[in-house]
């Protein structure tokens, strides 16, 4: 067990602030499925742009980190052009059109199996808060019965077979816990089949210690976890925030053809951050792929057209879509590579923890500033 599994926040925080020194209040958006592509979409919203809803007990800004140091974005790019391996895993652009460069790879553990290792490749910061979720079911249940992790990503990013999304490393599919014990695969369960109790844990610690963006799930699961975890006595308000029932910005947020397993995505603050500043270098000395960008076709657009107006191949353009033809359907969008790099979008935002009512209670009696005041006396150093 890596010991970064429970500190992941933490060293995420401090490392970005050595390198960068500043944190300043933004504000975040979401990234939901959208259809299939591959690479960075240059033309999609930056990270930062919608405000994130915080927990009605104790609102609170989102936080972006700052690169203030150019010396130290300086060194990043050096590294890319020396051995971009030495860079760590990078995750680029969005879930629905990114890529994941240096990934790691999702390892058996004692309380999850994994199904299929060679599609369940990520970041360090994602495989860290998958594992801190189950690790902490299996403390508040000890015994816990092996969970299964689904999809993460390819080892190079981009396109995963079937999915629309899981191309950066930041998005993990993520099964249930059954009353029978341990299962092998994704199933869809019944009311009755289903752990409510570990379940709704691992759900819980997704929320309030990982850095997630959003859980997908069908919504006649979410009405089944919603309502064990009011019998709980979890605090309402908080409960429909996190539900999304005061807003559409709820974390967990109903999908289609999610009713077998939750589809957890991450926030990943050092990968995302280093990935940003890098990727225009790495295109450059031809260590990653060129960008891509989304276009709608027009009656009468043929692949051949495409590849012409952006300057790319038919070949190219049916590899970035998974297209076994050359027919191309009016209205729809599609994946193009082209050669130039995207516009900076700015740094990377982490919206801050949507906690429950205690637990920000506890946070805050916990912070040394607000328990001695600002006028109590000094300690003594010993």
């Known amino acids: 067990m890596r010991q970064s599994h429970k500190t992941t926040r933490t060293c995420a925080i401090a490392l970005l602030a050595v390198l960068c020194g500043a944190v300043a209040p933004v504000t975040a958006s979401d990234e939901p499925d959208t259809p299939p592509a591959t690479g960075v979409a240059a033309d999609l919203p930056p990270i930062a742009t919608a405000p994130a809803e915080a927990s009605a007990e104790a609102p609170a800004e989102p936080l972006a980190t700052e690169w203030a140091s150019p010396d130290a974005a300086e060194a990043l790019l050096v590294t890319a052009q020396v051995d971009p391996t030495a860079l760590g895993p990078l995750s680029i652009g969005t879930p629905d059109s990114g890529l994941l460069l240096n990934p790691v790879p999702f390892s058996p553990g004692p309380f999850w199996t994994v199904r299929d290792p060679s599609e369940a490749w990520g970041t360090e910061e994602t495989i860290d808060f998958v594992v801190t979720a189950i690790e902490s079911v299996e403390a508040r249940y000890p015994g816990s019965p092996r969970l299964v992790i689904g999809d993460l990503s390819n080892p190079k990013g981009g396109r995963l077979n079937r999915h629309k999304s899981h191309q950066a490393g930041r998005d993990a599919d993520i099964g249930f816990y059954f009353q029978r014990g341990e299962v092998d695969s994704f199933l869809a369960p019944r009311k009755r089949d289903l752990d409510l109790p570990r379940t709704w844990a691992l759900v819980r610690a997704l929320v309030t210690e990982t850095d997630v963006e959003r859980i997908f799930v069908d919504r006649s699961l979410i009405a089944v976890l919603y309502q064990h975890a009011l019998a709980e006595g979890e605090d309402r308000s908080w ?9 559409e910005k709820g974390i967990i947020q109903h999908e289609r053809r999610h009713k077998d397993h939750l589809h957890v995505r991450f926030y990943n603050p050092v990968a995302q951050e280093h990935g940003r500043i890098v990727y225009p270098m790495l295109v450059e000395t031809g260590a990653a792929p ?7 076709v027009r009656p009468g ?8 107006r952006y300057g790319t191949s038919v070949s190219a353009i ?4 998974g297209l076994r033809s050359s027919r191309l359907r009016a209205g729809r969008s599609y994946t193009i590579p082209i050669r130039r790099t995207p516009p900076d979008t700015g740094p990377v935002v982490v919206p801050p923890r949507r906690l429950p009512p205690e637990m920000q ?4 009696a916990a912070d040394p500033a607000d328990t001695a005041g600002p006028d109590a006396p000094a300690t003594e150093e010993h």
């Open 301 to 308: 657009e043929t692949l051949g057209s495409l590849a012409r």
């Open 318 to 321: 049916r590899a970035a879509n």
């Open 239 to 247: 409960l429909n925030d996190i539900f999304g029932r005061t807003s």
């Open 290 to 296: 060129p960008p891509m960008v989304k276009h709608r």
């Open 361 to 364: 209670a506890s946070s805050v």
